[in-house]
């Protein structure tokens, strides 16, 4: 078992950065991919970024070049650096390990986070 706890999240005013951690228990998160997903209100939760190896990491074009995923093996944490924020990037944004190579779909991802909100203002 993997439990997850993100932290990070707050207000920003559009154009602000935030940096969100991601502390992982249980097991290494370098057996795993770890990915970030969001859900506004309303909508689907929705895939953000995914990162497996510091060489392999992507993006959904929303937040390509803004969103940076990193991890550190040996803090088992995985961070989210986000610039450059928007009203759009409103949502409460939530942690998953996966298997190796996992996609942007969620399915794929067995351990969750509680989630942290990201609030944007114009």
């Known amino acids: 078992q993997v439990q997850l706890v993100e932290s990070g999240g707050g207000l920003v005013q559009a154009g602000g950065s935030l940096r969100l951690s991601c502390a992982a228990s249980?097991?290494?998160?370098?057996?795993?991919?770890m990915g970030w997903f969001r859900q506004a209100p309303g909508k689907e939760r929705e895939f953000v970024a995914a990162v497996w190896s510091p060489a392999y990491t992507y993006y959904a074009d929303s937040v390509k070049g803004r969103f940076t995923i990193s991890r550190d093996n040996a803090k088992n944490t995985v961070y989210l650096q986000m610039n450059s924020l928007k009203p759009d990037d409103t949502a409460v944004y939530y942690c998953?390990?996966?298997?190796?190579?996992?996609?942007?779909?969620?399915?794929?991802?067995?351990?969750w986070g509680q989630g942290t909100q990201v609030t944007v203002s114009s």
């Open positions: 249980g097991r290494t998160i370098s057996g795993y991919t």
């Open positions: 998953a390990a996966g298997p190796i190579g996992a996609s942007s779909r969620s399915e794929v991802y067995h351990y």
